[in-house]
C-alpha cells in the first residue's frame, strides 16, 4: 500500500495564539491532531506532549521489541491495538503529571485524534471531540464519536436540530487527556478500500463547516490532498474562524 498525506494548522480568525497541534509520522504509518486546553497557553502544551508523546512511543517500539511498556499489554487484543491505546494513555499520564507539579499548567488537557495504517488494515482512536471523517465513493462518513456534553445529550433523548444549533455548552467535553491519571481510549478498526481518504480535524474545523459542506470540498479536490487541507481550512475561516483549525488528511492507495 502507499499513504498520500497531507496537513496544516491555523490559528483562525478570532484567538491570538494556536493551541493545536498535529504530527505526521510518515515511517510509521501515524496521523495525529490534538487540540489543547487551558490558561497560561497551556493547552497549547497539553496539546504538543500528546501528539509528541504518542509519535515518539511509536518511534521507541519500531526500534526495539524489547522496549518497556507504561502499561500492561491487553492480550485479548492485537500488538497494533494495543500499542495504539497504550501511546494515548501514556500521553494523558504525562500531561496530568506534568499539570500537578506546575501550577500555571493546573487543569490543563487536550483532546487526541490518531490513525495508524497497518499491513491487516487501519487502527483510529481518540478522546475528546476531535474527529475522524472517512471520505469514500464521494460520501463523507464521521467514524469517530464526539466525547462531549452534546452528544451526552443526543444519545440520552432526540434533540431537534435548533436545539442542537442552540445548545448552550457544545465546547463542554467529557472525556480528555489530562483530566485523570487513567483515560479510556475508543478504537475502532476497519479495512479501507482503493483511494478512502482520512480527515483529523479539531473542532475548529467540525464546528465551523457542516459536513456536507466538508464533503463537497473534498469531491471538488478529489486526490489533490494539499488543495483540500487548504480549502478546508480557508472555509473554516470564512465560515467564522472562532477556533483554531487543524487538518490532516491520509488517503490509502492499494498497490
Not at 501550577?103 to 487526541?112: P, S, W
Not at 476531535?130 to 451526552?152: A, C, K, P, T
Not at 467529557?174 to 481510549?185: E, F, I, S, T, W
Not at 466538508?214 to 487548504?230: A, H, S, W, Y
Request: glycine share 8%.
Amino acid at each position: 500500500m502507499t499513504i498520500r498525506k497531507a496537513g496544516e494548522t491555523n490559528v483562525g480568525r478570532k484567538r491570538n495564539h494556536n493551541e493545536d497541534n498535529f504530527q505526521i509520522v510518515h515511517d510509521q504509518l501515524l496521523y495525529i491532531v490534538a487540540d489543547g486546553m487551558g490558561g497560561h497557553a497551556a493547552g497549547e502544551v497539553a496539546s504538543k506532549m500528546a501528539v509528541e508523546t504518542v509519535s515518539q512511543f511509536f518511534k521507541d517500539t519500531a526500534q526495539d521489541d524489547e522496549i518497556t511498556w507504561p502499561f500492561k499489554m491487553d492480550r485479548q487484543k492485537k500488538y497494533e491495538e494495543n500499542r495504539l491505546v497504550t501511546a494515548i494513555k501514556y500521553a494523558n499520564l504525562r500531561i496530568y503529571e506534568e499539570a500537578l507539579c506546575n501550577a500555571k499548567k493546573k487543569g490543563m488537557g487536550t483532546t487526541i485524534v490518531a490513525l495508524n495504517f497497518t499491513k491487516d488494515g487501519v487502527y483510529l482512536g481518540w478522546v475528546g471531540d476531535s474527529r475522524i471523517y472517512r471520505f469514500r465513493d464521494g460520501e463523507l462518513v464521521q467514524m469517530s464519536e464526539d466525547h462531549s456534553l452534546l452528544n451526552d445529550y443526543i444519545k440520552m433523548k432526540v434533540l431537534t436540530e435548533e436545539e442542537i444549533k442552540n445548545f448552550p455548552h457544545k465546547n463542554v467535553i467529557v472525556r480528555a487527556l489530562g483530566m485523570k491519571d487513567n483515560v479510556q481510549v475508543d478504537i475502532k478498526f476497519e479495512v479501507p478500500q482503493d483511494k478512502d481518504i482520512y480527515l483529523l480535524c479539531s473542532d475548529g474545523l467540525s464546528g465551523e463547516v457542516p459536513d456536507e459542506q466538508m464533503q463537497e470540498i473534498l469531491r471538488r479536490t478529489g486526490d489533490n490532498l494539499n488543495e483540500g487541507v487548504k480549502q478546508l481550512i480557508n472555509q473554516a475561516c470564512e465560515n467564522g474562524g472562532k477556533d483554531n483549525v487543524t487538518c490532516v488528511l491520509a488517503q490509502y492507495v492499494a498497490d
